[in-house]
């Protein structure tokens, strides 16, 4: 793996893929990164990586200007390995890493605002809408998975793309006059959980 842009760019991650994990694609990473910038600054945004693995989302988003990345996963070995990373790179003042499960994770970080939270839980993860009900403040909220997923009633869809047989989804906070929809790949709006924008 080798981070796409940014100051790291061509760096490689040297971190194990421990047997269950999915890093996010080099292909991925560069869509959802070059997207996000048509809509924000990285370097106004701090972010958490929930579900961190390998860490190639966090050291993405340092290496393209985030002033801090909160990276999490349960597994302390994988954890040590970004950690180690991290100081290799150069980037350790500004990645804290944690090592709880994710509903610990984000009670620990309820007084804590994110620009952006992304999301990449194991494979057929159940528990998305109990999680954005529980999720601390943030602009965004990013979602990599294999389906579309709804985040509860804190959040709304702005797209889902496909990227075979991955789907990255950008939700925002909900807005009052916005609790039942979400917009589509138009200006026209769409129930929730309905739209059918697609990306390539």
Known sequence: MRIVAGTLRGRKIGV?????????TERLREALFSTLA??????????LDLFGGT????????SRGAPEVVYNDRDGDLAAQVRREASRLGVAPRMNILTLEAFQCID?????????????????????????????????VVVESTSEVT???????RWWRRYGDTRLGLFEQVMPDE?????????????QGTSEERGG
Request: charge should be positive.
């Open 16 to 24: 194990r893929i421990p047997a269950g994990v999915r890093p996010t």
């Open 38 to 47: 048509s809509r924000l600054s990285f370097d106004t945004m701090t972010w």
């Open 55 to 62: 860490g190639a989302i966090g050291f993405e988003a340092l």
């Open 108 to 140: 620990r970080l309820q007084n804590t605002e994110f620009g952006i939270i992304f999301l990449d839980p194991p494979y057929r993860y159940a528990s998305f809408e109990e999680l954005g009900q529980r999720l601390p403040p943030a602009r965004y």
């Open 151 to 157: 985040l509860g009633s804190r959040w709304v869809a």
């Open 179 to 191: 609790s039942m929809y979400t917009f589509g790949s138009s200006t026209s709006l769409v129930r």
